[in-house]
C-alpha cells in the first residue's frame, strides 16, 4: 500500500499558476507510474497527467496540453504538477495516484490515492 498526501493547492486568478506536490511513502517509489486527476463539484474524476517509473514516459489530457507538466524526483519520492496558464475550468480537487502499470489514464488503473488538493481559479 502506497500513502500519498498531497499539497500546493490553493486559490489563484486566471493566467496564474501552482505547483502541487505529491509525497509517497513507500521505498519503491520507483517502480511506480504516477499520475494527476481531477474532480470538479458535479463531475466524474477525470484524467490530468501521467508519468512513467523513470519519468522517460508522459501523457496528458488534450485540456491542459501545453499548459501543464508533470514531473517526478525519486530521490525525494515526489510527483509534482506545474499548472500554468490556469483557467476557471481547472477548478477542481486534484489527487494524486500511484499504480504499478506502465502509464494509464484510466482511474481504474490505480489503485492508490492521495486525500487530493484543491484548486481554484477566479476569472
Known amino acids: 500500500q502506497v500513502q500519498l498526501v498531497e499539497s500546493g493547492g490553493g486559490l489563484v486568478q486566471a493566467g496564474g499558476s501552482l505547483r502541487l506536490s505529491c509525497v509517497a511513502s513507500?521505498?519503491?517509489?520507483?517502480?511506480?507510474?504516477m499520475a494527476w486527476f481531477r474532480q470538479a463539484p458535479g463531475k466524474e474524476r477525470e484524467f490530468v497527467a501521467t508519468?512513467?517509473?523513470?519519468?522517460?514516459?508522459?501523457s496528458y489530457a488534450d485540456s491542459v496540453k501545453g499548459r501543464f507538466t508533470i514531473s517526478r524526483d525519486n530521490a525525494k519520492n515526489t510527483v509534482y504538477l506545474q499548472m500554468n496558464s490556469l483557467k476557471p475550468e481547472d477548478t477542481a480537487v486534484y489527487y494524486c495516484?500511484?499504480?504499478?502499470?506502465?502509464?494509464?489514464?484510466?482511474?481504474?488503473?490505480?489503485?492508490?490515492w492521495g486525500q487530493g488538493t484543491q484548486v481554484t481559479v477566479s476569472s
Open positions: 495516484a500511484a499504480t504499478t502499470l506502465y502509464v494509464c489514464s484510466n482511474v481504474g488503473c490505480y489503485g492508490n
Open positions: 513507500v521505498r519503491t517509489f520507483g517502480a511506480y507510474t
Open positions: 508519468i512513467s517509473w523513470a519519468g522517460g514516459g508522459t
